[in-house]
């Protein structure tokens, strides 16, 4: 079990983005991180990462794979060069490069091994990211909107990776918008409004009655948040 | 004449900033270090012995055909502004405003001749002509060839064309300059001029002048900017060149089974792939291979050195550059593997070349 705790955390020192943001992570669960436009999600994976500039707090994560919101390629390499410097840095490269095939087979981009993905569209970058990112194997992975320009299959095949990764026993913390399907695979969910934590639990901790969506349980959570505020 | 001077100093002011943006420590003290080597070489082998060396093996037509491009480089830069061409564009159907433009360009040509007499002072006493008469001369021969060049670079869209008839017209007019009673030299300028000036105005007439030439320039100028951004390694990250093949045609199999190999490979690639890279790397070995037989033999091994620093610090600047790149978030290894890499590629990419190169000099050394 991991904890998060981030006290504050921002761009700048003295404007924080995020405040008091708490949670664990546990193994074998999908943790769906959900909250508005400009609710801090983003912000929240990037302190965890590591790349936000300021950060108070403490985040210990182990070696993770990561699925970014936006592609990120190397434009002078292809597919298959991508993979082979994936299972070049790996521990285990022969495990890690059979892994990769399987996936790129599964997610249809075995006939591009020696194209440039800078040329593919954006469904195919965003499978490019979910091979280089489900191929070796973690404990922790955090994946932030990946079902953001996949077709039906594809969104099909990685609902099946994520649900066969945590019976595997890792933890993936899965920042969405698409809470239909969060609402169908995850354990526990994280609501962000305005930087901060407002609630956390499982979809049957949160619901107020039996049945009820989780959108409406993010409306009436944010609702609460803000009667609170103004009273 | 106020205007004119804030104009002239606002322009090399910005043309300074261009250049100090463009160039990196280690182009200008390379330049500085060639450029103080080959000026001892001048005068303790050339000038302090008497002799003057090159500058009796090069024509002089050379050095008259260097003054002219330059001196048409500088009235370009200095005297026509995108804006002025924009104005004329917009008011082209005021004829009093075309009219203008020529007289206009009458007074840049004298500017132009007043500098050149500076410049070909020095050779009078070489060519032996009369510096008034010479200087009419080069007057007439440099407002023809801009006229010229007008009309040719409508007439001629490809550049490289245009650039060879254009050097091919100032070798010609050199040639006649040196070769010919400068009566002849005169009578001949003369009818060139009236024959372009003649034909400028029916294209001005006929609205068949400006407009293309404007968006001739236009195209020109953005060309030069793309370049701009292709040299500048801070401005590269605003411009890249995006890659326009689908897949690479040579070179696609993984060869490396390391870490460090990975990375070593990904540095020969990106180097082979990435137009920018590969351009830096083989001017600067192509630029110093004919400057070793022209320096004496210290000079060029003083020379290969320099090579040597500044292909190391490419190689390492390029390496540097690799590790800031995005999709290193995704992969984890360790750090001491970029080292090795490093080590590796600084001494392929750095030490065979300065070797060949030695070894040529060595040889060539021996053989004299």
Redesign the interface.
Known sequence: MHTIYIEEGGYEEKTPVITDIRFTLQEGEIIGLIGGNGAGKSTTIQAM?G?LPYVKGEVTLP?FG?V?ERP???????L???I???V???AQPETVQKRAYELASLFKLDTHF???P??FSKGMQQKV?LI??FAPRYSFYIVDEPFMGLDPQAIRALIRLLIELRDEGATILLSTHALDTAEKMCNRFLCLHNGVLIAQGSLQALQQHRDEPLLDIFDRVIDEVTYASIS | MPLFRERLKRQWHSYKKLFLSVVDITIALYVAAFGAAALYYFITETVANGQYGLIRIIPVAFYIWLALCVGSSLYIRNFHEPADRLFTMHHSHFTDVKRQSLYYSLMINSFITALLVAVTSFFTAVVHHETLWLSAALFICVYALSLSFHILALLLQRAWLLLCIRIGIAVGFTYLLLVSPLLSILVSSLVFVCAFTYYKRILIRTNRFFTPLLQQEQTFAFRWERRIFMVNPDLQQYNEAPINQKKPRVFRKRYSTTVSGALVELCFKTLWRRPSYLNTYIRFVIIVFPVLFILPTWGSYLLIIILWIGLSHFSESMMTKLQQEPIFTLLHYDETMWFQALTRVRRILSVPIPIVYAVIVTISWLIR
Do not use: N, R
């Not at chain 1, 990120?72 to 292809?78: A, G, P, Q």
């Open positions: 990462l790349t070696t990561y970014p990120i390629l190397y434009d002078y390499y292809t298959a060069e991508h082979h410097l994936l070049q840095c790996s020696e194209e440039y800078t040329t990211m280089l990112a």
